[in-house]
């Protein structure tokens, strides 16, 4: 289960009037500060034009500070780069006008300054939060507008959030949250989703009530209104106190979500989906988006992103073919020459973002045992398998783990009594595109990954050199093929993998000095083992499924010397870190546990197997040290051992 934080940013645009009336020919010095204003304008930030527009700011008459107001605001609009605290000061001043003229140039100009990061910290510290928040609550729309954009563009420095949440900002901006004017409405909630980016603020946001807002607001025709709020949402939706607060108080907020999927804007119908990813992170918001018909549009969304731009792309047909894509009769490999990149799927960069946001839904929907039969009535397999062949490692990875969540939970109905319908294994057509697609990603990764020669697997007769990609996909996929392998209506396609999972397991670099003698130096890299784990453990899955499987009992038989070397390796690896005490990273106790039930389910296959078995050098390794379990302090490990030894014997 995932839901990183899909936090976004709104920078508004600030809105002010142009339609002052001029004003009358001044006499004296402040008509001639406002003659020389004129010649300035381009570089009136600093010196005598800085000058003559403070002393406009300050005056005490009502319609200079409507021309300073004005100047700044047309300015600052054109040009509003990295500025001083002496531009800021008379600003601020003129925020406390009471005319409404003023106040109205003055949040726009100040706004327009707050869109340059380098100034959102300058505008707090001059104390100009107090008049904003004063400003917000003016009876003029206009003034509104432009107080709270102000607000908008400050609230996207992380280091201004506290400031506004602790100011009486939040009790203004919830208020505009409830105008009935569209633009105070787009800066108002624009304003919260740029404070819902830090955990402080959207506690506080949430003890004012701020969820019910957002909810009601999601019924605005205006598309950008509705964009904020959403993703205003999502980002609550990230902490699970909040998630438990929505689903008490807002039992429509999830068909409502539902409804905006359906929205012709491409920003809302995306949020959309992601909030709904962010609430599924629960197990209530799980069964509820399935109950709302919450699938099909996501699959709508996942069906229609691939016809448009695909690249060496087969379509699977929707019947399951009736044998597997691999030969009945496998040779033992040769690890050939580099294969040919495995094809891929494009689809528009604009697309993409909704196509990942769909998968990652997906993904956390799937983890609910009890929306699974749901989710399968989709065909999704053929889907899954599309999206694996996505340029996309994020979409992959969900699509991955949607995969390994539907056969986990299928595996697991079935341990605890099955019903005829899981029995007939409905909904699972398509698994073999699954595992080529999967198949493909692996050999990808595995040939691009380490040292650059033509073959990345060198025979010499007995031992093969090999390296191991580092990649959390690569984590991912060997996980899921380790779910999939315990079942065996999967096992005779998961053979066409075998041979890179192979690869993967003999991870290590094997180095000989002479014929005699063996140099192992085994990986260390978390994530490499980790996949070498996974990797056997798909082995000792499928090896349990040796009595009812013809083409895995080809295929073992076929490598038979392979399986010997992985195994031989695994109890290397845990001699060798017992007696040097080495800390690789890694729960040893998996590999003896696959080299233990891999011989045990050989043995079990009985014939010929048996006396191959016997002549195996990992079974010498176990019978020479049968205490290995008592070694590493293991029961299970210990009996693990004396089990295959028995076994061998009978």
């Not at 003055?106 to 910290?121: F, I, P, R, T, W």
């Not at 994020?394 to 783990?401: F, G, K, L, P, R």
């Amino acid at each position: 289960m995932c839901f990183p934080n899909f936090f976004c940013c709104c920078c508004c645009s600030i809105h002010h009037s142009r339609d002052i009336e001029s004003e009358p020919l001044l006499p004296s010095l402040d008509q001639s500060a406002l003659n020389n204003l004129n010649s300035y304008l381009q570089h009136f930030y600093v010196g005598a034009p800085l000058e003559n527009l403070s002393t406009l700011s300050f005056a005490n008459t009502q319609k200079l500070q409507r021309s300073a107001a004005l100047a700044f605001a047309e300015i600052t609009e054109r040009d509003s780069r990295p500025v001083s605290a002496e531009v800021i000061k008379p600003i601020a001043y003129l925020l406390k006008s009471r005319d409404v003229q003023v106040q109205r140039c003055a949040a726009a100009a100040l706004g327009n300054l707050a869109s340059n990061s380098e100034n959102k910290q300058l505008i707090i510290q001059q104390g100009c939060l107090d008049s904003l928040s004063s400003l917000m609550l003016s009876s003029n729309v206009e003034v509104q507008t432009n107080s709270v954009g102000c607000i908008t563009n400050l609230a996207t420095l992380d280091a201004n959030k506290p400031a506004i949440i602790n100011s009486k900002i939040l009790h203004s901006l919830l208020k505009l949250l409830k105008s009935n004017d569209i633009r105070v409405q787009r800066n108002a909630s624009g304003a919260v989703l740029n404070l819902t980016h830090s955990v402080e603020s959207r506690q506080v946001l949430v003890k004012f009530g701020v969820i019910s807002l957002l909810v009601r607001l999601l019924s605005v025709e205006d598309s950008e209104v509705q964009y904020y709020c959403i993703t205003a949402l999502s980002n609550i939706a990230v902490d699970a106190p909040h998630r438990e607060m929505i689903r008490k108080t807002e039992p429509k907020l999830v068909s409502s979500l539902i409804k905006l999927i359906g929205s012709p804007s491409p920003r809302v119908k995306c949020q959309s989906v992601l909030a709904l990813r962010n609430l599924a992170s629960d197990d209530y918001f799980q069964l509820q988006i399935v109950r709302e018909n919450g699938i099909a549009p996501l699959i709508r969304i996942l069906n229609i992103s691939f016809p448009v731009l695909s690249s060496n792309t087969s379509t699977p047909s929707n019947s399951r073919p009736s044998t597997p894509s691999f030969s009945s009769q496998p040779s033992t490999p040769t690890f050939p020459l580099r294969p040919q990149s495995s094809p891929t799927t494009k689809i528009s960069t604009a697309t993409m973002p909704l196509v990942t946001a769909a998968i990652a839904c997906l993904r956390n929907l799937s983890i609910h045992s009890d929306n699974e039969k749901t989710i399968l009535e989709y065909k999704i397999f053929p889907i899954l398998a599309k999206l694996l062949k996505l340029e996309s490692e994020e979409v992959q990875s969900h699509a991955i783990n949607c995969v390994r969540n539907l056969v986990s939970n299928h595996t697991e109905k079935k341990k605890y009594g099955s019903q005829e319908w899981y029995e007939k294994m409905n909904g699972f057509e398509g698994m073999e595109f699954v595992l080529e697609s999967v198949r493909g990603i692996l050999e990808n990764y595995y040939y691009s990954d380490s040292i650059p020669s033509p073959s990345k697997s060198k025979w010499n007769g007995q031992h093969m050199y090999s390296a191991v990609p580092t990649s959390g996909l690569v984590v991912e996929m060997t996980a899921c093929l380790a779910i999939v392998a315990l079942n065996e209506a999967f096992v005779d396609s998961l053979v066409s993998c075998c041979g890179m999972l192979l690869n993967f397991v003999l991870g290590v670099n094997v180095n000989y000095n002479n014929v005699k003698t063996r140099d192992v130096e085994f990986e260390t890299d978390p994530a490499k083992l980790e996949i070498i784990g996974n990797s056997g453990a798909v082995f000792g899955n499928m090896f349990s499924k040796l009595g009812t499987s013809v083409v895995l009992r080809e295929w073992v038989h076929a490598n038979w010397s392979f399986v010997d070397e992985f195994m031989t390796l695994f109890l290397e690896f845990i001699a060798k870190k017992q007696t040097e005490s080495t800390a690789f990273g890694f729960d040893d106790e998996i590999l003896g546990r696959v080299v233990g039930w891999s011989l045990i389910q050989l043995l079990e296959c009985g014939g010929d197997f048996n006396i191959k078995v016997t002549k195996m050098r990992c079974f010498g390794l176990l019978r020479d040290n049968a205490a290995i379990g008592d070694e590493l302090k293991n029961e299970d490990l210990a009996n693990l051992a004396q089990i295959v030894l028995q076994k061998a014997q009978e």
